[in-house]
C-alpha cells in the first residue's frame, strides 16, 4: 500500500497544488489549536520563531497563518501577533454550521478507506449496480456544480450502503448534512470548476472498476489518492 504522505505529494496534471511543506504546517498547527495546545485567546509563537521551528521561510508561514485564519481558527493583529480564534464546541452547538470543508473532509479521509474495504467485503451485485448508476449521474452532469454535488453525494452514500454496515452508513449520512449546510454551498462554485469535476469523475470510475474487480488495495490507494486531493485543492480554493 502506497504511504498516506507519497499520495499526498504524489503530482497531478491540471491543477495548482498548495505546496506540500505549507500543507504540513498547517495540519501541525490546526492539531495543536484544535488539542487546546493553544488554547483560546492565546497569542502563537511569532512569525520567525515558527519559521525557525519548522525549518521554513517567514514567507511560509505568513502563508499558513492566512489559511488558519481562513478557517476561523485565528485572527492575525497588525502590531501585536496571531491569536487563537478557535472555541471548544459545545453540546448546544449545531454541528453543522460549526464543521469548516476541510474538517468534513478529514472526517472522511478517516472512514472512507475503511467503507471500502468493506464495500468489497460484502456489496451484492445489486449494490454495484446502485453504485454504478450514481457515477453515471456523476458523469452527466455537464459541468453543472450544483448536478455534481448532488451526483457526487449519491456516490459516496451507494459506497456507504455498499458496506452493509449501519452504523457506517449512519455516519454518512452525517457527513452528507454537512455538505449541505450553507459553507459548503459557497465553497462549491469555487471548488467544482468543469476540470476538477472531470478529473473527480475520472477517480471516481476508477474507484468504481476497482470495487467491482474486488481489488481492495487499488481501490483503498484510489480513495486515499481522491479524498487528499480534494483536501488540497479545498486548501487552494480557501
Known sequence: MVADTELRSAPRSGTNRIGVTT?????????RILEGEYAYEERLPAERNLAAEFNVSR???????QILEQQHLVTRQIGSGTYVSHKEITNQQEISSITSPIEMVEVRIAIEPQLVRLAIANASSRDLEELRDALRQCE???????????????????LAHCSKNKLMYWLYERISEVRRHSQWRGMKSKLL?????????SQHHALYEAIASRDTARAVKLIKEHLYGVQDDLLETE
Open 140 to 158: 452527466a452532469c455537464d459541468g453543472d456544480s450544483e448536478k455534481f454535488a448532488r451526483a457526487d453525494t449519491a456516490f459516496h452514500m451507494a
Open 193 to 201: 470548476t468543469p476540470e476538477r469535476m472531470n478529473y473527480y469523475n
Open 59 to 65: 514567507g511560509t508561514i505568513r502563508s499558513v497563518l
Open 23 to 31: 500543507s504540513k504546517v498547517v495540519a501541525q498547527l490546526r492539531r
